[in-house]
């Protein structure tokens, strides 16, 4: 009797309670089963070695295995006292300036050319793009085949109308500047798909105004197009940014870092450190120390798009 | 790192770069010569390719010869095709970029596209923590990972083996994101309906989701192979075996081999570019608008 009272009684609530735990005992189990593979390699291979590479740095692990022993902050005190590793972030510094600037231009420029409604669409996205399929591998080869001194095709251009050879890879002043030659041809045609997909996404009617009022090409270019792309030109900044400062591929192929660690970049020294020099430890420590500065350019950019969007 | 984000979003809503647009207006000066401007800068970028082709066909004593001739004096000749494909290990690595890039793509997609789904739909504890782990993991620069995930592989045996070279290349956090935009603008709807018909969530997303996602997996899945096809650190450092090498890596060697080998080494790097020209010639459209939509929230 008493049951059937009780069972009467709670039955317009309990359910209904039951039924909303229950979905969300049944959400909680989806989501993290859902998420669970996902965060199985999460853990494993960005977080652990995350967490394992602060240890390492405070240790005096070699690759050879010997002396594990803890350091404390000696490795990054040394690295910060160690004028190679300041010269490599110099260079990649360098690099990335004299890089992003191009890189940013130049596809603006494709873009904005490509974009007048030329004929043959395809075979502009083709050129400009296809060498951004290539491994870095074959664009080195490639570039050092053409900045070769004597057989190199440059230097056979330059000598046909009348300028001296330049030792392209070899002279400490340029091979920097032919690193960044070389990448910008590997890498333009991203920036410049970009770019292009971004115009034309402007609506048509912002232009047929502007012809009314009488603006030629050049005014509709600076005056809606450029502010169009606003966005667009943070973002490919940004990305440029953080993308150069990671350099390591085509220096260490086309330069080795050379000449007299010219070229030398951060990445490099981190690599050359742990598996030349056999001091994992030390070469932890640096990596720490790259990656501060990746944090502090990228809250840097993250300030200023904040103080532009706002 | 928020503003990176919200880009993916508003480029995949949008039509990306459509090839088959065209706007035929006269033909004014101004068109003309931005059309010379270009057509110099696309020749300009088609002289690394021309000149390796040419000096890959060229006999290596020719090839070394100054001065340079633009045209094979003596003629086509495919030796230094024929030496490198005896000699080196490019089928080998060819084979093993493939099957890498492919693992890479397949896994993935299919992690990426489950925690996707879970982010954007499932209502569960943990799930902003999760989104914000995630989103701090994106400034996470992989280079700093090398030495640690080198002494793991280590001690996982994983060294020299396919698996050391695909599974730290599975992690991408911005195509997550890429992924959750996507299903967003995903009417709910359509699952709800699904919902009521008493269907689960795995056939939900199996037989609702993915078949509408079509568009953005594909792009997804070609930014993710491009990327892991073209990848030189991660296996350059987990991989010594000649037989283990991926293309890439395995060129590099090639390099330091036959260093003044001039045709050989043009003959290699054209091998080693041809199968990703082609497949950009034959899924043009696919690829331009994979990058322009995934572009600007990848690397």
């Given at each position: 009797?008493?049951?059937?009272i ?14 909303h735990?229950?979905?969300?005992r ?9 998420m669970?593979p ?11 070695p ?36 300041w ?26 050319l490509?974009n ?8 502009w ?6 060498p951004?399929l290539l ?7 490639f570039f050092?085949w ?24 070899n ?55 450029l502010?169009q ?9 940004i990305?440029?940014?953080?993308a150069s ?5 085509q220096?260490?192929?086309?330069t080795?870092g ?8 951060i990445?490099?020294y ?5 598996f ?7 070469s932890?420590?640096?990596?720490y120390?790259f ?9 840097a950019?993250f ?5 532009r969007?706002? | ?7 993916p ?19 004014s000066?101004?068109?003309?010569i ?15 390719f021309?000149w ?25 000749t ?10 080196g ?9 493939l099957?890498t890039?492919?693992?890479?793509t ?5 992690i990426?596209?489950?925690?996707a ?30 030495i640690?995930l ?8 994983m ?20 992924l959750k ?11 709800d309906?699904?919902?009521v ?6 056939r ?25 096809w073209?990848?030189?650190?991660w ?19 090639i ?8 045709a ?18 034959f899924?043009?459209?696919q ?9 600007l929230?990848?690397?």
């Open positions: 009797m008493s049951t059937t009780d069972k009467r009684q709670a039955a317009p609530a309990a359910p209904a309670e039951n039924r735990e229950a979905r969300k049944r959400d909680r189990i989806h989501g993290w089963s859902f669970a996902f965060l199985a390699f999460f853990g494993l291979f960005l977080i652990w995350l967490i394992y590479g602060v240890v390492m740095s405070f240790t005096g692990k070699s690759l050879t295995g010997a002396n594990s022993s803890f350091l404390g902050l000696a490795n990054y005190a040394e690295a910060l006292g160690d004028a190679d590793m010269h490599s972030l110099g260079n990649t510094l360098y690099f990335t300036v004299i890089s992003t600037v191009p890189l940013v231009l130049v596809a603006l420029l494709m873009a904005a490509v007048m409604g030329l004929p043959a669409q395809w075979l996205r083709l050129s400009f793009f296809a951004f491994a870095s591998t074959v664009v080195s080869l050092v053409m900045f070769n001194p004597q057989l190199g095709l440059i230097n056979d251009v330059l000598g046909k109308v009348g300028l001296a050879p330049v030792d392209w890879l002279n400490p002043d340029v091979a920097m500047w032919s690193i960044v030659i070389a990448s910008l041809w590997w890498t333009v045609g991203f920036n410049f798909l970009l770019y292009l997909a971004a115009m034309q996404n402007i609506p048509t009617a912002h232009y047929e105004a502007a012809q009314l009022d009488g603006a030629g090409g050049w005014r509709q270019f600076f005056s809606i197009t502010p792309l606003n966005q667009t030109t943070i973002m490919i900044v990305l440029q940014v953080l400062l990671k350099i390591f591929d220096v260490y192929q086309m080795g050379g000449p007299g660690g010219a070229t030398r970049t990445v490099q981190i690599f050359e450190a742990g030349t020099g056999y001091r994992l430890g030390y932890a420590a640096i990596s120390i990656f501060g500065l990746i944090v502090v350019v990228s809250i950019q300030a200023v798009t904040r103080k969007s706002a | 790192m928020a503003t990176t984000l919200t880009a979003a508003r480029t995949s809503r949008r039509t990306a770069v459509e090839p088959s647009r065209k706007r035929r207006k006269p033909l000066p101004a068109r003309i931005a059309t010379v401007i270009v057509a110099v800068l696309a020749v300009t970028w088609l002289v690394p021309a390796a082709t040419v000096t890959a066909f060229k006999s290596e004593t020719e090839a070394a010869a100054a001065p340079i001739t633009l045209v094979p004096k003596s003629g086509f495919f030796d230094a095709f024929a030496k490198v494909l005896q000699q290990n490019i089928p080998q690595w060819t084979w093993n970029s099957f890039s492919a693992a890479v397949a896994v993935t997609l299919v990426s596209a489950l925690a789904y879970a982010l954007s739909r499932i209502d569960f504890k943990g799930r902003k923590v999760l989104m914000t782990v995630i989103v701090a993991s994106l400034i996470v620069p992989p280079p700093v990972l090398i640690p080198f002494y793991q592989m280590v001690s996982f045996h060294i020299d083996t396919y698996w050391g070279i695909i599974l730290p290349q599975v992690i991408a956090p911005a195509m997550v994101f890429v935009k996507f299903f967003d603008q995903i009417p709910r709807e359509l699952e309906a699904a919902l018909d008493g269907a689960g969530r795995i939900i997303f199996l037989q609702v989701v993915l078949p509408l996602s079509r568009p953005i997996l594909a792009a997804v899945a070609i930014f993710v192979f491009i990327g892991a073209n990848n030189f650190l296996p350059f450092i987990v991989t010594n075996d000649s037989a283990m090498l991926t293309l890439p890596v395995g060129l590099q060697t390099k330091s081999a036959y260093g003044i080998q001039y050989q080494n043009m003959a290699s790097a054209l091998l080693a570019a041809l199968p990703l020209i082609l497949v950009f010639l899924f043009q459209r690829i331009i608008k994979g990058i322009s939509t995934t572009g929230a990848g690397t």
